[in-house]
């Protein structure tokens, strides 16, 4: 059962919010279509705290969501949904005014008015650039990202000089939209100004550096004070604590099974910054970690499953591999690479096969693309089994398709989105 819990608060947030603005008075006549739009205004607030909230990367995310990773695709509907807010505020709020000119209201002049103006084309400036951003890497996406704080405080300071209502005062509606504005704004400033001084409370120092396949980098770590406790499957965000290393806080899979005192990331370069890791880290330099985050976990699945992994993807799987497989679990691990240049750990993979854990490895440039018929021929059963896969979207997307069309009695695939654009 998926975890609902941040699905559910945020609708509960939505519902507390409409019934306190019902019961909510306004310290002039207004019509009420200007009602309505302050109200829509409202729930901009309420989207736009969780916003700011999903991207402190709080610990408790991976709860409320069912993973860190999962609750960056509540991020995006939820700046989405704000936005259309906006605009809806933007013209009901003309309508509404309209409506009381023509009824003979006489409104005074809003200096707080052109802020709210300035914070919506704000918004839709930066969310343009980060749309085009994702053509970027991630780290300039993230330098981008942290400008979005401009236009919330526009909005804000729009909010608390335009209202209508008494803002500050003890009404559940005041109360009520001033808590939603403080989790905002706390997790603002945490999130710009703290997160990469607080968060990387871990430190580990190179031990040793190998190149597992080709552009890819094996970095194992030893610890400098207490261990990060975590499951394999986990993923946590590392950055290097060397000047010399422009390389600053990524997400990555850990690539090994707990082990004391230690911790490991496999690395393939796909950018200028993994690039520059490769190029500058050394044996002895320091690095930091925050996390773990993640709840792909194999032991929560049924006992007959099915993993696949495709180039990089294997590391969760990996680690899962090196947990020591329960006896009553029937796993049948995929995995497929390009060429055995590019297969990182096909050896001691084949190594850990036992019973129940038979590992199957598909090299693509002997045997095309891995397909479910040729999943398939080794795995025949009826009884209910889960799949987790960890690889290129499309090729999950792909087998997913595929899986639905066959024999096999599929009863849930699990895969993270570890996408954080």
Same mark, same amino acid.
């Given at each position: 059962?998926?975890?609902?819990?941040? $699905?559910?608060?945020?609708?509960?947030?939505?519902?507390?919010?409409?019934? *306190?603005?019902?019961?909510?008075?306004?310290?002039?006549? @207004?019509?009420?279509?200007?009602?309505?739009?302050?109200?829509?205004?409202?729930?901009?607030?309420?989207?736009?705290?969780?916003?700011?909230?999903?991207?402190?990367?709080? #610990?408790?995310?991976?709860?409320?969501?069912? &993973?860190?990773? #999962?609750?960056?695709?509540?991020h995006?509907?939820?700046? @989405?949904?704000?936005?259309?807010?906006?605009?809806?505020?933007?013209?009901?709020?003309?309508?509404?005014?309209?409506?009381?000119?023509?009824?003979?209201?006489?409104?005074?002049?809003?200096?707080?008015?052109?802020?709210?103006s300035?914070?919506?084309?704000?918004? *839709?400036?930066?969310?343009?650039?980060?749309?085009l951003?994702?053509?970027?890497?991630?780290?300039?996406?993230?330098?981008?990202?942290?400008?979005?704080?401009?236009?919330?405080?526009?909005?804000?300071?729009?909010?608390?000089?335009?209202?209508?209502?008494?803002?500050?005062?003890m009404?559940?509606?005041?109360?009520?939209?001033?808590?939603?504005?403080?989790?905002?704004?706390?997790? %603002?400033?945490?999130?710009?100004?703290?997160?990469?001084?607080?968060?990387?409370?871990?430190?580990?120092? %190179?031990?040793?550096?190998?190149?597992?396949?080709?552009?890819?980098?094996?970095?194992?770590?030893?610890?400098?004070?207490?261990?990060?406790?975590?499951?394999?499957?986990?993923?946590?965000?590392?950055?290097?604590?060397? #000047?010399?290393?422009?390389?600053?806080?990524?997400?990555?899979?850990i690539?090994?099974?707990p082990?004391?005192?230690?911790?490991?990331?496999?690395?393939?370069?796909?950018?200028?910054?993994?690039?520059?890791?490769?190029?500058?880290?050394?044996v002895?330099d320091?690095?930091?970690v925050?996390?773990?985050?993640?709840?792909?976990?194999y032991?929560?699945?049924?006992k007959?499953?099915?993993? $696949?992994? &495709?180039? @990089?993807g294997?590391?969760?799987?990996?680690?899962?591999?090196?947990d020591? *497989?329960?006896?009553?679990?029937?796993?049948?691990?995929?995995?497929a690479?390009?060429?055995?240049?590019?297969?990182?750990?096909?050896?001691?993979?084949?190594?850990?096969?036992?019973?129940?854990?038979?590992?199957h490895l598909?090299?693509?440039?002997?045997?095309?693309?891995?397909? *479910?018929?040729?999943?398939?021929?080794?795995?025949?059963?009826?009884?209910?089994?889960?799949?987790?896969?960890?690889?290129?979207?499309?090729?999950?997307?792909?087998?997913?398709k595929?899986?639905?069309?066959?024999?096999?009695?599929?009863?849930?695939?699990?895969?993270?989105?570890?996408q954080?654009?």
């Open positions: 059962m998926k975890k609902k819990s941040g $699905i559910l608060i945020i609708l509960l947030s939505i519902v507390i919010t409409w019934i *306190v603005w019902l019961f909510v008075k306004p310290t002039r006549y @207004i019509s009420t279509m200007t009602g309505y739009s302050q109200l829509l205004a409202s729930l901009a607030l309420v989207a736009f705290a969780f916003v700011n909230f999903i991207s402190t990367r709080h #610990k408790s995310l991976d709860y409320l969501f069912d &993973g860190l990773d #999962k609750s960056y695709i509540y995006k509907y939820l700046s @989405i949904s704000a936005l259309i807010l906006v605009f809806s505020h933007n013209i009901t709020i003309g309508i509404g005014k309209d409506i009381e000119r023509a009824a003979g209201i006489r409104g005074t002049k809003d200096p707080y008015a052109m802020f709210g300035f914070s919506m084309f704000l918004f *839709v400036l930066f969310i343009i650039i980060a749309i951003g994702k053509k970027l890497n991630y780290e300039r996406w993230k330098v981008i990202h942290k400008f979005m704080f401009i236009p919330y405080a526009f909005g804000l300071y729009h909010y608390y000089g335009s209202a209508t209502y008494p803002v500050f005062s009404a559940p509606y005041s109360i009520w939209l001033d808590i939603i504005n403080c989790l905002g704004i706390i997790s %603002v400033i945490y999130s710009i100004f703290f997160y990469e001084k607080i968060s990387f409370k871990y430190k580990f120092k %190179v031990k040793r550096l190998e190149t597992v396949a080709t552009g890819t980098l094996e970095i194992t770590g030893s610890a400098l004070g207490s261990d990060m406790e975590f499951k394999p499957g986990q993923f946590a965000f590392l950055k290097t604590l060397d #000047k010399g290393n422009k390389f600053v806080s990524h997400p990555f899979t690539s090994e099974a082990k004391k005192g230690e911790i490991q990331f496999t690395i393939k370069s796909l950018g200028d910054h993994t690039k520059a890791l490769f190029d500058t880290l050394k002895g320091e690095f930091a925050s996390g773990p985050h993640g709840t792909f976990n032991k929560t699945g049924m007959n499953q099915i993993w $696949i992994a &495709g180039g @990089i294997v590391t969760p799987l990996r680690s899962f591999a090196q020591n *497989v329960k006896k009553d679990f029937s796993v049948d691990f995929f995995y690479y390009n060429n055995a240049e590019e297969g990182a750990y096909a050896d001691e993979l084949q190594s850990l096969s036992s019973d129940n854990l038979r590992v598909f090299n693509s440039k002997e045997k095309g693309f891995l397909n *479910v018929d040729e999943i398939c021929k080794d795995v025949n059963t009826k009884e209910k089994i889960d799949v987790y896969f960890c690889g290129p979207k499309p090729m999950r997307a792909s087998l997913m595929q899986f639905k069309n066959s024999n096999l009695n599929v009863a849930n695939f699990h895969y993270e989105q570890f954080f654009k």
